[in-house]
């Protein structure tokens, strides 16, 4: 009976204060209301929010960093990356992929891709808007259309885009040391085999 | 302002009466009053959905409706179109007659209690010397269409819905009723018209709530008129968690829209018979015009209807059938023996301090009579 009353207060309270009181999305215990109008307005987007892959590039649209290795299409869970490796004129394989296509209606967002890829070429981005009038062909997004460049990904991620340009540049100094070692190692005997890059 | 509808259906009639026959204009009133209850009942639906789903909102501090027009006021009318332009189901096993008859049956009860509600002063479509009696009786009908949808729609839970539902309302029923006597005794008529001008004094504002008697019965009354509604917490014959939707499971498109017009409708009628019995009808202070008195008043529990919804968890059936046997029919029977004791002791003191006692004493002793037997708190040696 009491218990039924003081339910009552408390919708009440609620009532009226969701007309008096600023409305806060980000506060759940003070009441006002919490709803956010979506398409007019947004909450600020999360740095670690992870959506849909993208492919990256440095610079210019040709400099893919993608080498068509094929793995995140291997590890990605539902197989719904489709890639077939370029060639140049005299079907020599090229290190960049021909067609690069990810059915979004298959994803489901796992971020293995950007995992397994061993070349820093493929991340997740922030992108939650997309939508297509049917199911078969809209949602399939080829290379061209998951290009992205290296400045967007440093604007969506700071933190991992600054962590991951370290380890790059760290690995490319490596790479050159362990070449400079090589070239100095070959000079004056050349019949020697060049060593395996680490 | 006041008799500002009365005036321009007289108008009406005089304009009409200028070039048609005596018996026609009798005729054209009699359209004229009923055209406006088909547009005042539909109308209050649609525009009950928008309140209920906007009160709903606030107490769970969302907005609500606001994408179409503004403050969302024209989504009943976006809702209509979808409803109608849905696809309408019918199951392969139903009684495919009486399946589409069960939604139109019910509308017509919930739309005739319409013509003896006393809208206003003058502003009674039918006035009926047995308006009360006429009311109760045709809005006990929707058990019979409920069943009948139940049934007709071949499906167990509908089934399930149907049999809650006739419980539920014949049990409400019985309080429904005995609550009703008390006023009927103070004033001496059962005509709607009648209940409403008895309760005139004191500046349009003795109302019977104002008396011990008058307040249990309102309380009884109104809770027993939720629960002919079928509103939250009373809602176990369409109890969404448990049984889907109940009668209306197999119910799409338009026919799923005449359920809930039924039901809209019934709650207006409900609270707007309530505010007749014991708030006054349209009697208030002479500020306003007598039809805002009404809509004030009607409005007011409509609201509480719908502050019930968004608080109460619903209720499992024994404490359903439990609250109007054990509780509100012994509590109704003994505020008919109190009302009839008021009348009878001409003392004022006296009167009111036997039928507050007579009354607390019984709501104490029902409350210690159905008082939840809770099990020995267990203490656990081994849980700590
Ligand atoms: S996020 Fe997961 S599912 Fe989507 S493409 Fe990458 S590996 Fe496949
Ligand atoms: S995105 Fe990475 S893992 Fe996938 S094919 Fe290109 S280089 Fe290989």
Redesign the pocket.
């Known amino acids: 009976m009491l218990g039924v009353l003081r339910g009552m207060g408390i919708t009440l309270k609620n009532f009226l204060a969701s007309y008096v009181l600023p409305r806060r999305p980000d506060s759940l215990e003070t009441g006002g209301i919490v709803t956010v109008q979506y398409p007019e307005e947004r909450l600020p987007e999360k740095e670690n929010f992870r959506n849909f892959p993208f492919?990256v590039f440095d610079g210019t649209v040709d400099n893919i960093?993608?080498?068509?290795?094929?793995?995140?299409?291997k590890?990605c869970p539902p197989k719904c990356?489709y890639?077939v490796r370029d060639t140049d004129s005299e079907g020599k394989p090229l290190k960049r992929?021909k067609v690069?296509d990810i059915d979004f209606t298959v994803c489901m967002n796992c971020g293995i891709?950007e995992e397994?890829?061993?070349?820093d070429?493929?991340f997740m981005d922030h992108e939650f808007e997309i939508g297509g009038p049917e199911r078969q062909k809209s949602l399939v997004y080829h290379r061209d259309d998951l290009l992205k460049s290296t400045a967007h990904f440093q604007k969506i991620r700071p933190t991992d885009f600054a962590a991951i340009e370290e380890r790059r540049k760290k690995d490319a100094e490596k790479k050159a040391a362990a070449q400079a070692t090589v070239q100095a190692a070959a000079q004056p005997k050349p019949q020697t085999p060049p060593s395996p890059q680490p | 302002m006041d008799p500002i509808f009365v005036n321009s259906k007289k108008a009406l009639l005089n304009l009409f009466s200028a070039f048609l026959p005596d018996w026609t204009v009798v005729l054209v009133s009699i359209f004229i009053s009923i055209g406006a209850i088909m547009v005042l009942g539909p109308f209050t639906m649609m525009y009950l959905t928008w309140f209920e789903r906007k009160l709903l909102g606030r107490i769970q501090n969302r907005i609500g409706p606001n994408r179409v027009g503004i403050f969302g006021l024209l989504q009943p009318i976006a809702d209509g179109v979808k409803m109608l332009t849905k696809e309408d189901i019918v199951p392969e096993g139903a009684d495919k007659a009486v399946h589409l008859l069960a939604p139109i049956a019910i509308v017509i009860p919930s739309l005739l209690v319409f013509s003896v509600l006393p809208f206003g002063r003058n502003m009674t479509a039918v006035n009926l010397n047995i308006g009360v009696l006429f009311f109760l009786a045709v809005s006990a009908t929707t058990t019979l269409s409920i069943f009948m949808g139940a049934w007709a729609s071949r499906n167990k839970f509908s089934l399930l819905g149907g049999m809650r539902s006739v419980a539920q309302l014949v049990s409400y029923e019985v309080p429904m009723v005995l609550s009703v006597v008390p006023v009927i005794l103070a004033a001496g008529s059962l005509s709607t018209v009648d209940l409403v001008e008895s309760q005139g004094g004191w500046n349009g504002f003795k109302w019977f709530v104002f008396t011990p008697w008058g307040f249990t019965a309102f309380i009884t009354f109104y809770l027993s008129g939720v629960a002919e509604c079928n509103r939250t917490p009373f809602d176990i014959p369409e109890g969404e968690s448990e049984i889907v939707a109940g009668f209306h499971t197999e119910y799409s498109g338009m026919k799923f829209a005449l359920w809930y017009m039924a039901e809209f409708m019934n709650v207006f009628t409900v609270s707007g018979l309530t505010a007749v019995l014991f708030l006054g009808g349209w009697q208030g202070a002479p500020g306003l015009p007598s039809w805002a008195w009404f809509f004030i008043k009607t409005y007011a529990l409509v609201f509480v209807m719908m502050w019930f919804r968004g608080t109460l968890p619903r209720l499992r059936v024994d404490q359903l059938m439990g609250l109007a046997w054990k509780f509100l029919l012994p509590l109704t029977l003994v505020n008919i023996f109190v009302a009839g004791l008021w009348f009878f002791i001409p003392d004022l003191r006296w009167r009111v301090g036997t039928a507050v006692a007579l009354l607390g004493l019984t709501f104490w002793a029902l409350m210690a009579l159905n008082r939840t037997a809770l099990p020995e708190k267990r203490t656990y040696e081994f849980a700590e």
């Open positions: 492919l960093r993608c080498v068509s290795c094929d793995i995140c299409a590890e990356i890639i992929p690069f891709c397994a890829c061993p070349f070429a493929i």
